[in-house]
C-alpha cells in the first residue's frame, strides 16, 4: 500500500522538542498546503468549521506496543495512546478551520511538525464524528491535570 | 511512503451495493482483528467507549476532485465529502467499542466492507475528538433527511 502526499503542513513547530502535548488547544496556527493539482477538492470547505487533517508522522521511527505517556506512570497499550510512534505512522487531528485562500487553508489547533506531508483532508461532521457520551479510559480526567 | 495493514476487519458487509450509507448509525457488528504481533498494543483498551478505526478502501480506484453525493444534487469539493474515492484512500470511522476478546475488538457503527486492511486504531478522547459547536457546511442538516 503506497501512499503519496496531496500537501504539506507549514507550522509553528519546527521541531519535536517543541511541540506542544496538547497542540489541539493551543493558539497556534498552522498553515495547510493542498498542492494544486488538488485545489478544487476543496470546493465549498468554507462553510465547515472543523476538519479532520490526517498525515504522515514523518520523523517517527520504529515504535513500541506499550507506551508511557506524560499523563500516566505507567506504561497503556500503544493503541490507546496517541503516540506517534506507531506501525502506521499515521496522525490525526480535528482541527478549526479559519480561513481559506485558494490551496491554502488556515488552521488552528493542528499539532503537527513543520513540514509534515499531507495525506487526507475529510469534513468534521456533527453527529458522525461526534459522540457526547464518552469514556476515555486510562486518559479520563488526566488531560486537564499537569503531565507526569 | 509505503503502509503494511496491523489487522483486517471482519464485517456484514460483503459488498460495495450493500454498504449502508450512514453505517455510523447501523447496528450492525464488526469484528476487528488485529494481528496476534500487534495484540499488546491494545492493553487498556477495554476502558474506552469509542475508538478511532483508520483502514484502507482497498476497492477504491482513482478519484474525482468534484463529487456527487447521495445527500445532495450538486457536487462538491473531494475533501468536504467522506467518499472512499480519494488520492490517499484512507478511511475513518469512530465505532463504538463494544467487547475485546485478545486480539479481537468487537465494534458497531463501522461502515468498512468485510476484508479491509486495519492501518491503525486511536482512542476517541472526549475534548480532544468531539467539538461541540460544529458547522457541517453543505452537509448541514441533509444527513437526517431522505438520500436524493
Redesign the interface.
Known sequence: ??????GVIHSPYKDTQKLPYQG?KGKGISQIE?FEE?E?????????????V?Y?FHKSEGYH??VKTPWDDVP???????SPH???P?G?T?VKLVARKKNILKVRGLDALDGT?L??????????????????????GK?GRKRC
Open positions: 500500500m503506497e501512499l503519496r502526499p496531496i489541539y493542498v488538488f478544487q477538492g476543496l470546493q465549498d470547505i468554507e462553510g465547515f468549521s472543523h476538519i479532520i490526517i504522515w506496543l506499550l497503556h497499550g500503544l493503541f490507546t495512546t496517541r506507531r506501525p502506521c499515521l490525526l480535528v506531508p495525506l487526507d483532508i475529510k469534513p468534521y461532521i456533527s453527529g458522525v464524528d461526534e459522540r457526547s457520551v464518552v469514556k476515555s479510559g486510562w486518559l479520563e488531560l
